[in-house]
């Protein structure tokens, strides 16, 4: 639909993306989505009352939209926010949730595109990537983020990333990274991996993509506050023993994530979720009211 | 009272001494409980307390064997330690599997179970006529590892502690500390005891009034640091100024373990064994043991066995699979026995065969005897 237009109208009219964020709370999501935005897009939590911290909060999912600029690029950016994930001590209902949420998106432009008459300001409310925080541990995947990836990936482009990534030392980042992929090649998961054909695509596009299919998954930290360094600002957290900068990729993996959202793969993002996702998710619709009609 | 003129005693003194002799002599059990999701620290924090590897890293190399059983176990290492001729007995009990599955309603039990059966098991010995030689297991502290979210705490940590706190000293940690600013740190801990205090949660308290001015400060620093934010680390790193120390290298500086600003690390081991582990042991047997005793006393007679709720599936699973061991050798045994029964009859069989056909063989010789004789003697009456 809308992304089927000529690149030069896209460019002077800005484009559409839109990203969810998953994750238990505590692992920075929220904090994440602020450093993306560069702005206070997500309130900060209230921590409720300590008379109700004992009560189980079911998870919530919030859209945020942003108007942003990317090199003189616009981008209305819309991150899904879901507070409540993984916190309840039953959380088998959250899985349900999400995906009952991305299929709607899908249904409203299954009913759209059948109707007779269009409405030409429909807006596509489809989501194009999620990325899923899993907690450092240490150790390898939880059975939490096996299940979640496992159900959402057929549905959504998902991309894992490592939250609070500042608990590692390089080495534990290194076995961390490569333990959590081995499990994810185990249990045969379908993530977004930075696609590339060694055949067709040229050297600088191969390049480009192994390198950030070897930074998999993407090792975050985030922060809104900016604190004096060297006589610079910088974005940062200040510890007794250090300072850890945002935007030094020495540090951690968020410039190049950011970047590849937002500007190198949006596109791919976005063809895979219509072009694959949502034609599955079609014909899989279509052929049970087939099956259901017929009976 | 009478007492004694000073210089001239008659050496009622020497008893401190001689109590000390023979708590030397007799060395010390110690158990302690590490309750909290895997991956918070709880193996390195202990092998950096003890300055030894009580407990060696997971492995991930089996982790693809997959056992379906979701259940919490536990997981008891033991450890002889000595430190100037004092021995101690050291119980590290660990808890896998606690708050890691998606559903972990209930994944308490097993822990709790174990905390009152380790009194159960106490006092059914003290009741035996033959009571010397006591195996104690009684839990003294139970360290609870809390997720460094800097948010709060979570329905699951309350729901825990909750029950942990009534039946054992509940010590509550803040685990990987180095992952919060200072800032973060402290509005933490103070939302943590907010949550605590709101929620009627019971953690370990001691007497903070001593003998002396500088115990009494001390106490009151250990107490004001709960909850004890702690790093753990086995390793020597050197720091910007050339110091080794135990800590964690990081790109943009080192955490050290030690260093009070950093962590509550020292603070935390002072507690558990340098000051107040004589406390910890004290009260779980004074105070917690005996709770335990009564409530169990007021609705059960002497001797009576205690009556279970709730059967542990995994235990279930082992009944299972021993009962099945025990058919399947029962009918091997069987069969052994069978096809001897088989051999022994065909054996009979066989020989029975023989002797009928000797017998009919002898027959067929006096039948042949007879004839000869019978043909023999009208010849001889000739």
Known sequence: MAHRIGRRKNVKKGFQFTLMVVGASGLGRTTFINTLCDADVVPKRECDEPEMAHV????????????????GVKISLTVVDTPGFGDMIDNEYCFQEILGYLERQYDDILSEESRIKRNPRFRDNRVHALLYFITPTGHSLREIDIELMKRLSPRINVIPVVGKADTFTPQELADFKKRVMEDIEHHNIPIYNFPYDPEEDDEETIDENSELRSLLPFALIGCEE??????RKVRGRQYPWGIVEVDNTQHCDFAKLRFALLSSHLQDLKEITHDYLYENYRTEKLSRSAENLSD | MV????????????????????ASKKGSNYTILLCGESGLGKTTFINTLFTTTIKTPKTYKRRFNNTAEKTVEIEIIRAELEEKQFGVKLSVVDTPGFGDYTNNRDSWMPIIDFIDDQHESYMRQDQQPQRQELSDMRVHCCLYFIRPTGHTLKPLDIEVMKRLGTRVNLIPVIAKADTLTPTDLHKFKKRILEVIAAQNIQCYTFPLESDDEASTRRNMNIMAAMPFSVIGSTEDVQTVDGRT????????????????????????????????????????EETHYENYRRSQMETRKIGEPKVKTVTNPKWKEEEEALRKRFTEQVRLEENRFRSWEQQLIAERDRLNKDLEAEHSHIKALEAELESMQVGLSPKQRK
């Open chain 1, 56 to 71: 189980e909060e079911a998870i919530k999912i919030k859209p945020y939209t942003v108007e942003l600029d990317e090199d």
């Open chain 2, 245 to 284: 120390v135990k800590g964690r290298q990081y790109s943009w500086g080192v955490a050290e373990v030690e260093n009070e600003d950093h962590c509550d690390f020292k603070k935390l081991r002072q507690l558990l064994i340098r000051t107040h582990m004589l406390d910890l042991i004290h009260s779980t």
């Open chain 2, 3 to 22: 007492s004694t003129q000073a210089g001239a005693g008659i050496g009622i003194a020497n008893l401190p001494n001689q109590r000390h002799a023979i």
């Open chain 1, 226 to 231: 900016e604190i004096m360094v060297n006589g």
